[in-house]
DNA sequence: AGCGACAATTGGACTAGACAAATTGTATCG
DNA sequence: CGATACAATTTGTCTAGTCCAATTGTCGCT
């Protein structure tokens, strides 16, 4: 009944005191700094190397340190953020003064499964441009872009995206469609080894996932995207106006 | 020279080929099932006890299980989607038909620190009002607040706050003061033994953590508030138009 | 029938160690 | 001097186990 009061003295886990360690040596140092080997904590804190490890992932995680097999683990630089915004990634980057660039990974047509085909109002395996881009912002990578959108609306995209810049202009030029409302939801979740290998991080690792489900002015979906971004070094940005 | 190539074969860890394993279970489940124990996952994959709970933790930190010390691992029930608006927490929440309820923590006057004094344009050691209150939505805690305001600017807003629902609202009715543009900032994080504690998860669970900086019509900052979310539980959405 | 003690079972925390993979400095050789 | 080979050091992955804490079912007693 009572798991409202819960257990006021739950006691604080043997890594955590470990972290709060670190993070007293983090905030005395500059980003860069080499902070001490795994081995040498353990003695140094009289615990084993299992539960420093489990307080450095927890740091790592959070954009505190970086850990780089057979050299150290550094104190990181702080996190960068990104300014959500309706525009397109690339103006949205430059008006922000950093240097975006993309790689197309794949861009192909497939078979749309149950819950795309639902989120842009077709029929389970009506066939849909499945687009696949690793963004960039000053050559790091940023976030993996998968975009949904139906082939039969969009006839030729495919090959019309290739050297294009943006997809947003692509849809305004050659289909005469304008996004005019979009939803979208953010949330936590772990890097899959393909995502890890792609941003140059660890599986497992935090991501910010974000997903935007766009429409027209008609009300019809026009695409849906899923974004995965490094937790670890960026956070969003949202100006509101009441 | 070639980091962003990357490492095109780097291997699955093995923890991972647990996690798919699981996850197979999981989405042949409805929620509320019991899935295998770790000891038995261990025979069955032939692998130790301490590989099975790494993949079990990515799955309770992704919403997708939910651990019962003493009684079992089971599926969880989806993340629930929490509308992100300028309107306050008791509206937002009234109006898409959750119910919702708020524990005041703590309400004190303390000595603004570097930080939260530059925030709120105030000298450093400025009196200022830090509130602590846990949101709580159908009776199960959501979120831990902890808002900033200066103390000097808004005189006995402690008392004030007393019985009463809506800091918007005595900002509002007592000050004259309305909340026009906010700047906010999403990231995740892991949770401290306090915010596990009061939000009823572990130690170093994913949070989403919202922090929101507030500023009148004049452009001078009124409050900074920062939220810890359980990741594993909600998802932010947001609603825009172009 | 109901209560209480107890034992089995489950997840939680931590340890000690083995071996692999990446990096870096050093010694050696041409 | 420069390139190569090697060894030491560092983090990465995984194992096997101990002990603790919470839950649940069972058994026995009243």
């Known amino acids: 009944m009572s798991t409202l009061v819960g257990d006021a003295a739950r006691r604080e886990p043997k890594y955590y005191a470990v972290k709060r360690h670190l993070l007293d040596i983090i905030e005395s140092l500059p980003p860069g700094s080499l902070v001490p080997t795994e081995r040498e904590l353990t003695v140094r804190l009289g615990t084993s190397r299992t539960t420093v490890r489990q307080a450095l992932s927890e740091l790592v995680g959070e954009g505190r340190l970086v850990r780089r097999q057979g050299s150290g683990t550094f104190v990181a630089e702080p996190k960068l953020s990104w300014p959500l915004q309706v525009s397109s990634f690339t103006a949205q980057a430059t008006a922000h003064g ?49 975009s949904h959108l139906s082939a039969e609306r969009f006839p030729g ?4 995206l290739r050297g294009a810049s943006s997809l947003y202009a692509v849809l305004t030029e ?30 497992g690792a ?14 019809e979906p026009l695409e849906w995207v899923r974004s995965f971004y490094r937790g670890d070094r960026y956070k969003f940005l949202a100006r509101l106006t009441v």
């Open 98 to 146: 950093f240097v975006p660039s993309t790689r197309l990974l794949e861009s192909k047509k497939v078979r749309a499964d149950e819950p795309v085909a639902g989120l842009l109002h077709l029929a389970p395996g009506a066939w849909i441009y499945r687009l696949e881009r690793l963004r960039l912002v000053n050559d790091a990578p940023m976030a993996v872009e998968t």
């Open 157 to 160: 995209l495919n090959t019309r």
């Open 174 to 203: 050659h289909y005469g469609v304008v996004p005019a409302s979009a939803e979208q939801t953010i949330e936590t979740a772990a890097a899959s080894p393909r995502e890890a290998e792609l941003l140059d991080t660890d599986t």
């Open 206 to 219: 935090p991501m910010l996932v974000l997903a935007r489900h766009s429409f027209d002015a008609n009300g």
